[in-house]
C-alpha cells in the first residue's frame, strides 16, 4: 500500500493502523480500496453498502465504518483545492454483529 493517487484515505482502526488505503488514481474514475495481500479493487465493494468491513491484521479485530461517512470524506477531499490526502478512522467490530 504505496501507491498515492489524487485522492487518498487510509481507514485506520482506533489504535491508528492502516488497514486500507482508498484511492483515485484518475480524475473523474471510481475510487479504489487497496488491501495488503489483496488485488485493488473498485470501492464500495458489493458488501458495502451500508458499512465498509475490514480487518486490522495489527490487532487481529474486525473494524467498520460507515459507508456513508466516508463517501462524505472522499467528497469532501475531491473537492479540496489543498488537500487530497485524509485518514477516517473505524470502529471495532462488536462480537456477534455482522
Known amino acids: 500500500m504505496s501507491d498515492r493517487g489524487l485522492l487518498t484515505i ?3 482502526c ?3 493502523h492502516v488497514v486500507g488505503r482508498l484511492i483515485r488514481q484518475i ?3 471510481p ?8 488485488a485493488r ?3 464500495p465493494r458489493g458488501g458495502d453498502t451500508m458499512f465498509t468491513y475490514l480487518t486490522c491484521h ?3 479485530r474486525r473494524i467498520y ?10 467528497t469532501w477531499l475531491s473537492e479540496s483545492e489543498s488537500e487530497r490526502q485524509g485518514r477516517h478512522s473505524l470502529r471495532y467490530l462488536e462480537d456477534g454483529l455482522a
Open 41 to 43: 479493487e473498485e470501492w
Open 65 to 74: 465504518g460507515s459507508t456513508e461517512a466516508i463517501q462524505e470524506k472522499a
Open 10 to 12: 487510509d481507514l485506520t
Open 14 to 16: 482506533p489504535e491508528g
Open 27 to 29: 480524475e473523474h474514475h
Open 31 to 38: 475510487i479504489e480500496i487497496d488491501l495488503p495481500d489483496t
Open 58 to 60: 495489527d490487532c487481529n
